[in-house]
């Protein structure tokens, strides 16, 4: 059974970095794509970024785009986010998930078959 957990949420100030982690385990690594999804408070969960290590791919929201970065550790089967420049709006809890072959341009949740628990990424003023 695929499984992916998230980690690295945490509480920062405007401008700083962070890097969250997705461990993927259960399936075939370099076969999934693996989007991170975000949901504030209120909100519904939208797409951040996708990325496909088939394809050598990825998307990003037009809100993160130069600001986030995608990357894969094949040997340790994990995809991380980077996040530079955080703003407050970036506060949610953030969410990995997977599909196996997906494509990076389906940026509705529902394209995903595989989710995390999430972990909270705070941003103050």
């Known amino acids: 059974q695929v499984q992916v957990v998230e980690s690295g949420g945490t509480l920062v100030q405007t401008g700083a970095s962070m890097r969250l982690s997705c461990v993927f385990s259960g399936g075939t690594f370099w076969r999934y794509t693996v989007g991170w999804f975000r949901q504030a408070p209120g909100s519904e969960r939208e797409f951040v970024a996708a990325n496909s290590w088939s394809t050598e791919e990825t998307n990003y929201a037009d809100s993160v785009k130069g600001r986030f970065t995608v990357s894969r550790d094949s040997a340790k089967n994990t995809v991380y986010l980077k996040m530079d420049n955080l703003k407050p709006d970036d506060t949610a809890v953030y969410y990995c998930?997977?599909?196996?072959?997906?494509?990076?341009?389906?940026?509705?949740?529902?394209?995903?078959?595989?989710w995390g628990q999430g972990t909270q990424v705070t941003v103050s003023s």
């Open positions: 998930a997977a599909k196996q072959y997906g494509s990076i341009w389906l940026t509705g949740s529902a394209a995903y078959d595989y």
